[in-house]
């Protein structure tokens, strides 16, 4: 079987959703260092997302802005589109966009919080995918490349009291890393997942504690919450070279947790 090119013998261009703040926008810088253009999906703030292209862009890398819903599959098409044309052929996938609503007890969660939580996480994770493995797959005429999936430690500790329907979510995305690295490896195209802890994001104040990092930290053996960089390095060892051999992988990034 022949072997993709190396994404090192090309120019790596990657798209991150979910990009204009917190462990997206930090992945983007991160990656940016190692040589990558970056088309950054983002979905309400454009300023945000601004902000982040011009810090890649002072890193040395180019980079695109898109504003998308990644639930729907025509602005998801529009995103690899708009990356392709500005920045070339799509190497990479980072699926870091998600929400969770607010926390609380799981019998006084809306319909409507849990039905928006599974179309972006879990419907939106798989319409990434789809359109990025169309444009990496060896099948599909491209010359490989590699998925990084952002889950969460929620997926296997449930988050009783807080927000079950997005650990389920999350729990879904492990299953369609696993998966999908099964069915594509062959194509030339390593799909991985990074299981972030509790990481000192506006996520939290989001979801209506701010401070709610910060006490997760008593329950964590590191005792203290992750940065946004220490996700964005696991997200780039993934995507690298170094990483090679490496697909179907879950990386827990928890602190221990």
Known sequence: MARPLSPASRQRVTVVTGGSRGIGAATALRLARDGHHLGIGYATDEQAAARTAAVVREAGGEAVTVQVDISEA???????????????????????????????????????????VVDVNVTGTLLCARRALREMSTAYGGSGGAIVNISSSAATLGSPGEYVHYAASKAAVDAMTVGLAKEFSGEGVRVNCVQPGSVLTEMHAKMGDPDRAWKKAGITPAGRPGEPEEIADAVAWLLSDAASYTSGAVLRVAGGL
Do not use: K, Q
């Open 74 to 116: 025509d602005a998801v098409d529009r995103l690899f589109g708009t990356v392709r044309e500005a920045l070339g052929p799509v190497t990479g996938l980072v699926a870091n966009a998600g929400v969770s609503g607010p926390l609380g007890r799981f019998t006084e969660t809306s319909p409507e919080v849990m039905r928006r």
